[in-house]
Structures are given as C-alpha cells and as structure tokens.
Nanobody
Framework: QVQLVESGGGLVQPGGSLRLSCTAS????????MSWYRQAPGKQRELVAR??????NYADSVKGRFTISRDNAKSTVYLQMNSLKPEDTAVYYC?????????WGQGTQVTVSS
C-alpha cells in the first residue's frame, strides 16, 4: 500500500504562488494515477488536478493558473499554483489511484489572504 506525504502549504498573499509536493513510498509510483484534491471549510472535497499516463486535467476554476507534474524517479507529484486567489484557500490532499485502490495523504493547508 502506498503512503503519501504532502508538503509546501502555507500562507500567501493574493496573486502569489506556492508549490505543493507529494512524495510516495511503498508502491510502484509510476503505475499510479496521481491527483490533487482540496477541501474548504463547509464544502465537499473537490478534484483540482490529475495526471495519468502523461495526460493532465484540471478543474475549470484553476485552469491556466495551476500545473500538475510528476517526477517518477523521485516518486513525487507537484502542484504549482500561481495567481492564487482567496477562494483557493483549503486543505489540499494528494491521492494515488490504481484500479480500485486509492490512498490519501494527510493534507496540507493553503491560505490565501492579505
């Protein structure tokens, strides 16, 4: 079973940037579809971005601002977040999926505020 550890969250001003990282252990990283989700207070968890088999897809709310990438040699997936907005404030979670198997990280807080 793969274990996931996120890092890179924090407090940033509107318009700023952050890069989240999620490092996996215990599995063959390259086989997994990797995603970033987020959950804001009082809201459901939502998909932000996914990378699978070289393809990427994004939520409409982050298209053009966020970029997901992965380094299979480092077993790490990244989320580069630019032009951040207050509405991007949430706990961001990394997810690894392979068939019916899924694993979640513990989450990292991103707060966008002046």
């Amino acid at each position: 079973q793969v274990q996931l550890v996120e890092s890179g969250g924090g407090l940033v001003q509107p318009g700023g940037s952050l890069r989240l990282s999620c490092t996996a252990s215990g599995g063959i990283f390259s086989l997994y579809s990797m995603s970033w989700y987020r959950q804001a207070p009082g809201k459901q968890r939502e998909l932000v971005a996914r990378i699978s088999g070289g393809s990427t897809n994004y939520a409409d709310s982050v298209k053009g601002r966020f970029t997901i990438s992965r380094d299979n040699a480092k077993s790490t997936v990244y989320l580069q977040m630019n032009s951040l907005k207050p509405e991007d404030t949430a706990v961001y979670y990394c997810n690894a999926a392979l068939g019916n198997f899924g694993s979640w990280g513990q989450g990292t807080q991103v707060t966008v505020s002046s």
